[in-house]
């Protein structure tokens, strides 16, 4: 007998699974689990807990007479689905979930032909590890690469950002024998010249491409490069010293706004965001609650503008948190790129590699080439390669991918349909327009903001047509995360949070608690503060209390089997639950994956060059690892320094990386860190000089 | 607010070492319209001290916030728990200089005066004056940690 365990990595919130023989013991030191009991070998799993929830010695599952026990040893006791169990013994079946300090794990039993025998005799397993976390910054080369590459056999090829236009691609796999990478994309950069560790001048020349040279290069044209090109502006950079390489030069909230759009933000909704953080203004004041308040008490709207005030003031204790409007946000970050001249710095490029020079600076390699807009006749450009030399580079680049769940990828590269299983990122409208106007069953996955947004779409949906129904489907319900004497409110298995992470991390003393941890500290504060949640916003909550009511929506808990298209032409979701025996079939006319997973740096192109060619450390997230300052050290070239932000930071000195206030915070650390290096014209912002800068923002004067 | 205790202690020293002092200088050179005395800058140096001791409990119960914050409300209410106790000290006669001639209502417009000011310049003046501040927890003077 084997044991299936899974559970989601609390903070990538991807979902881990492993398959391990018995018997199995779990705690919280691999020092003090056995490694043998009755001459079998013990396979052990280490759990990492800052609640000092986990014993050392918490857990074991072992077979009697074909039976699967677990056994309790703990001091806290170990939850088997809703039951506490605390120094007992439980038989265990096949959609149990067993919830040990923070992490719910759900098992499946799965039958060996021999049972038994092969277990002991399988000599020569050196390690009974099952699984440890990897809390070890490691370079590249070192990594054993589990997850990203052979997960899903195939190709675990995910929703891509077009290298050249970033538009969103979903791959509509049918296993196409790898397709060869685009003959432009060999040719350019000239391989011999950028196999060196350090790529000199004179050859870049050579190469007969123009050469560019610059102090400030942001690689990205996004939210990310937005805000830190805006904070070294006002510590005293000039727009003829920066350059912005981008696939998106018009707005540098394009892509941002084109995913909300496709999970159904438009613009007049709010997002979830706090009133002051402000991509447009780094001192966050005046926020956006009490701009909004400000415009409605001149347009007559005083009970609006008094209940903005109120919330940020009694946030989150007496009121929702307050969130602004998207498109507030938006004007306000399009006066900002006016005021500090970023159309001047922005250009197209795809970039195509960054290397080191030998003169103390970088070189990065990209394509200015601008693809035909879709649709149009016109043919292809001409292609035209170019060098950008910079000496300070900030790489910004977002998402690499988006992922699916890897069954609902299995299905898509089964089937081939794109359309009725979907990814809440990718452009899904049909779906609701379908429901409108015929009705059906809409499966939902994964309990987090996107989640909410999908909710209440359906919910409009609903307006139109009330024969539409909602399944939501979890692997296990929710318990609510706790971290010290606090605890997470979940109320119907959502659980709530204003913002993805807690408050705390963004400048509190979660913030300081963090960057001060050693490596496996830090992973343990994450999983504390981790996992998905939702804003609480009382319309939302209300919903779901309706649907309840009325029966249009159900929560499901079991773990997902397969999914597959039946004759009908619907996708079936195979559940292995707890309490039917066997597997319970659901059939719906589209599947939603909202569980929002973005996948690792590796699956761009562009980053993966860059990791693999100067093998650099990734931390346990397999993200680039960055000092407190968001500096890549391996990249450092004498003078020339190199920064990074966003998503692709994610697991290291600081928690929430991939939020408008996080990049600022990001911003604000490599510009300090950049002044104190004593990079051209860049100054300390602070004090006579801050207050001035401020001034000149509010005058909507260049900085 | 997202506040450590550090961060606490440094905005309340700052703030009510320059809007505070600007306000109790006003009560206390007569320009309010109020009597003349030095006892203004006695209350301005209690609410201090005392305020130090409270920071304590603030940040105790912080930690029961799931986010670990410390909303505006909150500190509505530590502004009137902190004037209440001063109130009492000042009455019952143990604050040296201020009990003697203790009176109430001067005492409730002066430090509500010093509360609102100092209240709105935390929302305005620290972000404006240090940026790093709100990153930082409310504190302004000191080093980031150094690298990882």
């Given amino acids: 007998m084997q044991l299936q365990l899974t559970w989601d990595d609390p903070v990538t919130e991807e979902p881990q699974q492993r398959v391990s023989p018995l018997p199995i013991a779990f705690g919280r030191e691999l020092e003090q689990l056995p490694r043998e009991i009755d001459g079998q070998q013990v396979h052990q799993i280490v759990l990492l807990d800052t609640n000092s929830e986990v014993s050392r010695y918490h857990a ?36 149990d979930t067993i919830r040990i300090g923070t992490y719910n794990i759900t098992i499946a039993l799965m039958q060996t032909e021999d049972v038994g025998t092969t277990r002991l005799t399988g000599g020569g397993s050196t390690s009974t590890v099952v699984f440890s976390p990897q809390t070890n910054i490691l370079p590249a080369d070192e990594i054993l690469d589990e997850t990203p590459a052979p997960s899903a056999s195939s190709s675990n090829t995910i929703i891509n950002f077009n290298p050249e236009t970033d538009n969103l691609e979903s791959q509509p796999v049918i296993s196409t024998p790898t397709a060869p990478p685009q003959p432009s994309r060999r040719v350019f950069p000239p391989a011999d010249v950028f196999a060196a560790e350090r790529v000199s001048i004179n050859a870049l020349h050579a190469t007969g491409y123009p050469v560019e040279e610059i102090d400030y290069t942001a690689i990205g044209g996004g939210m990310g490069s937005f805000v830190w090109v805006d904070t070294i502006r006002i510590c005293g950079v000039k727009p003829d010293q920066i350059r912005v390489l981008t696939l998106r030069p018009g707005r540098p909230y394009e892509r941002y706004e084109a995913l909300l759009r496709n999970c159904q933000i438009p613009r007049y909704k709010r997002i979830r965001s706090g009133s002051d953080s402000c991509p447009d ?49 938006f004007n306000s970050m399009d006066r900002e790129a006016a005021r500090i001249g970023w159309d001047r710095m922005v250009r197209y490029g795809s970039v195509r590699a960054i290397r080191k020079t030998e003169d103390g600076r970088y070189v990065i390699a990209y394509s200015a080439t601008k693809p035909p807009a879709a649709g149009s006749a016109q043919p292809p450009a001409a292609s035209d390669y170019r060098f950008l030399v910079a000496k300070y580079i900030h790489l910004s680049t977002g998402y690499p991918a988006i992922k699916l769940l890897n069954d609902l990828q299995d299905y898509r590269q089964s089937t081939g349909d794109t359309r009725k299983v979907v990814h809440g990122y990718e452009p899904h409208d049909h779906v ?17 903001i996107v989640g909410s947004q999908i909710m209440d779409r359906v919910y409009k949906a609903r307006m139109a047509n009330a024969k539409i129904s909602v399944i939501h489907l979890s692997r296990s319900p929710k318990a609510g995360n706790k971290f010290g004497v606090a605890k997470r409110y979940v109320e119907n298995h959502w659980e709530f949070q204003p913002f993805n992470w807690p408050k705390g991390t963004w400048g509190g003393d ?41 029966g249009w929506y159900t929560l499901k808990f079991g773990q997902v089997d397969k999914v597959e298209l039946n004759e009908q032409g619907k996708p079936v979701t195979y559940v292995k639950s707890r309490g039917y025996q066997g597997i319970e079939k659901i059939e719906a006319d589209f599947v939603v994956d909202c569980t929002g997973l973005v996948s690792d740096p590796r ?68 510009a300090e860190a950049l002044a104190g290096a004593r990079a051209p014209k860049i100054g300390h912002l602070e004090g006579i000089g801050s207050i001035w800068q401020w001034l000149k923002w509010a005058a909507n004067m260049s900085p | 607010m997202t506040p450590t205790l550090f961060g606490r202690w440094q905005t309340r020293i700052f703030l009510l070492a320059t809007i505070g002092l600007l306000v109790t200088w006003g009560f206390a050179s007569g320009i309010f319209g109020t009597e003349r005395g030095n006892v203004y800058y006695w209350v301005l140096l209690y609410y201090a001290v005392i305020g130090l001791a409270w920071d304590i409990l603030y940040n105790y119960l912080q930690k029961f916030m799931w986010d670990h914050d410390w909303p505006g409300a909150f500190q509505l209410l530590a502004g009137i728990a902190e004037g209440i106790l001063l109130a009492i000290l000042a009455a019952v006669g143990v604050l040296p200089n201020v009990s003697d001639h203790f009176d109430l209502l001067m005492f409730t417009i002066h430090y509500a005066s010093i509360w609102v000011a100092v209240y709105l310049a935390s929302w305005v003046v620290m972000r404006l004056l240090f940026p790093r501040w709100r990153f930082r927890g409310g504190e302004w003077v000191g080093k980031w940690r150094r690298t990882s």
Avoid at chain 1, 75 to 93: A, K, S, V
Avoid at chain 1, 283 to 307: D, K, Q, V
Avoid at chain 1, 432 to 448: A, D, H, M, P, Q
Avoid at chain 1, 613 to 637: A, C, G, S, T, Y
């Fill in chain 1, 432 to 448: 609701y327009e379908y429901l409108e106007k015929n009705g059906g069953t809409i499966v939902i996955r994964g309990f987090g």
């Fill in chain 1, 60 to 95: 074991l599952i072992f077979e009697v007479a074909g039976e699967v026990i677990l056994e309790d040893r703990s001091t806290n006791g170990t939850t088997l689905n809703e039951e506490r169990l605390i120094r007992g013994r439980r038989p265990l079946t096949t959609g």
């Fill in chain 1, 510 to 550: 979660m913030r300081s608690m963090l960057e001060a941890a050693d490596p496996l500290r830090r992973r343990e504060l994450l999983e504390a503060w981790g996992g998905t949640t939702t804003a609480s916003r009382g319309s939302w909550r209300q919903t779901v209390k309706q649907g309840l009511k009325e």
């Fill in chain 1, 281 to 329: 203004n780094v001192w966050g004041w005046p926020g956006y609650a009490l701009r909004e308040a400000w415009r409605e008490t001149f347009s007559g709207r005083i009970p609006s503008a008094i209940s903005h005030l109120w919330e940020v003031f009694s946030e989150p204790a007496f009121a929702d948190t307050y969130t602004p409007i998207a498109d507030n946000v």
């Fill in chain 1, 603 to 670: 699956e761009n192109p562009l980053l993966k060059d860059l990791i693999e060619h100067h093998n650099l450390d990734l931390n346990p997230q397999m993200r680039f690892h960055v000092e407190n300052d968001f500096e890549i050290k391996k990249m450092r070239n004498d003078k020339g320094r190199m920064y990074a932000a966003g998503v692709i930071t994610l697991g290291g000195p600081y928690a929430p990386v991939d939020t408008f206030l996080g990049l600022q915070y990001a911003a604000h650390r490599s």
